[in-house]
Each structure stands twice: as structure tokens, then as C-alpha cells.
Nanobody, 116 residues
Framework: QVQLVESGGGLVQPGGSLRLSCAASGGIFSFSIYTMGWYRQAPGKQRELVATITSVSSTNYADSVKGRFTISRDNAKNTVYLQMNSLTPEDPAVYSC????????WGQGTQVTVSS
């Protein structure tokens, strides 16, 4: 069984930055082959894609975060990151990590709050 554990969420002021991490463990014996993604869900809204990174580090971003967020991965650490800069009041949500290769796995999520 694959486990994904997110960390790095918290409270930040508008314009601030946060770096989220997602560490994979368990049955994910070959982390590098997985497409990893970050998704977010705000209260009363559907979960939406934030960013993905493939096994060859090809990235894709939601239009709303392009130029502000950066997804990256460290295969040696079985970890994917989301660097979030210039956070706005539209960014607060629970951010969840996803690993996908034949099956899809989800972490429990980490809360991001943007408030002055």
C-alpha cells in the first residue's frame, strides 16, 4: 500500500510563500515512474488540479497558478514539492498530493490559509 504524507501547509499573508512537500512510502518501490500531482479543494468547491509532474519531469499547471507555483520532484527522496509564491486570497484550500501509475493514490491533505 502506498502512503503519501503532505507537509508544509499553514497560515501566510497575501503575497507570501509556502513550500509544500509530499513524501511517498510503502509500496511505491519505484517512485520515479509515477506522475505526481498537487490538487486543492476549497470549501464548497470541487477539487481542482494545481500542478502535475511526470516521470520525465514534464510539468503542467492550472492557469490560475502559472508563474507563481512550481512543482518539482526528488526521486532519491521519494518526494514531490510545490513552491507557492505570491499567494492570494484565492489560493486557500486543502492541498492534496496524488501519485498515479496504473492506480491512483492520495494523501490526506494539508491546509493552506492566506490571511492578513
Amino acid at each position: 500500500q502506498v502512503q503519501l504524507v503532505e507537509s508544509g501547509g499553514g497560515l501566510v499573508q497575501p503575497g507570501g510563500s509556502l513550500r509544500l512537500s509530499c513524501a511517498a512510502s510503502g509500496g511505491i518501490f519505484s517512485f520515479s515512474i509515477y506522475t505526481m500531482g498537487w490538487y486543492r479543494q476549497a470549501p464548497g468547491k470541487q477539487r481542482e488540479l494545481v500542478a502535475t509532474i511526470t516521470s520525465v519531469s514534464s510539468t503542467n499547471y492550472a492557469d490560475s497558478v502559472k508563474g507563481r507555483f512550481t512543482i518539482s520532484r526528488d526521486n532519491a527522496k521519494n518526494t514531490v514539492y510545490l513552491q507557492m509564491n505570491s499567494l492570494t486570497p484565492e489560493d486557500p484550500a486543502v492541498y492534496s498530493c496524488n501519485a498515479r501509475f496504473r492506480q491512483s493514490y492520495w494523501g490526506q491533505g494539508t491546509q493552506v490559509t492566506v490571511s492578513s
